[in-house]
């Protein structure tokens, strides 16, 4: 069992990871993936990343598109917040899951970077988001063995 000291170093553990994790996703990738997607969707500029997806494969290269736009931005948000983290930890983690493969298919060492996002995802998605969370708020109260 842990002690409530190391338990409070846990949830302050997982926060920093979704601080860290969630607003670099966020203000390096997500909030300019999502203003091209907008762009694309209702102003009808062109978008690049659609023809990526369309090369790596998949049916429905827009509809591909604009779900990781939408899963490296709202997903970045919820993340942050705390709020359905275990859903879009699965939803960023697909994301980021794709990105190490692409980056590995091109026998590159760019994949590090994409690895290393998805291992913090992963973290957080199997430890949950922590007691510094909106899902926190919304569980109903019940003793935690440790």
């Known amino acids: 069992m842990y002690s409530g000291m190391a338990r409070e170093g846990c949830d302050l553990g997982l926060l920093a990871l979704r601080l860290g994790i969630g607003g670099m996703l966020l203000g390096l990738h997500g909030w300019a993936r999502l203003v091209k997607a907008f762009g694309y969707l209702f102003l009808g500029q062109q978008w690049t990343f659609i023809g990526l997806v369309q090369r790596m494969g998949f049916p429905l290269p827009v509809v591909f598109a604009v779900a990781s736009a939408l899963a490296e931005s709202v997903g970045a948000v919820l993340l942050i ?5 275990r859903w ?13 493969g692409l980056e590995l298919s091109k026998r590159s060492s760019s994949f590090e970077l994409p690895a290393v996002y998805l291992i913090g995802i992963a973290a957080i998605g199997v430890a949950g988001a922590g007691a ?3 899902d926190a708020r919304r569980a109903p109260r ?5």
């Not at 917040?81 to 983290?85: N, S």
């Not at 019940?142 to 440790?146: G, S």
């Open 88 to 100: 879009a930890t699965l939803a960023i983690g697909f994301n980021l899951a794709v990105a190490v």
């Open 81 to 85: 917040v705390g709020l359905g983290t």
């Open 132 to 134: 510094y969370s909106l």
């Open 142 to 146: 019940r003793k935690l063995k440790y």
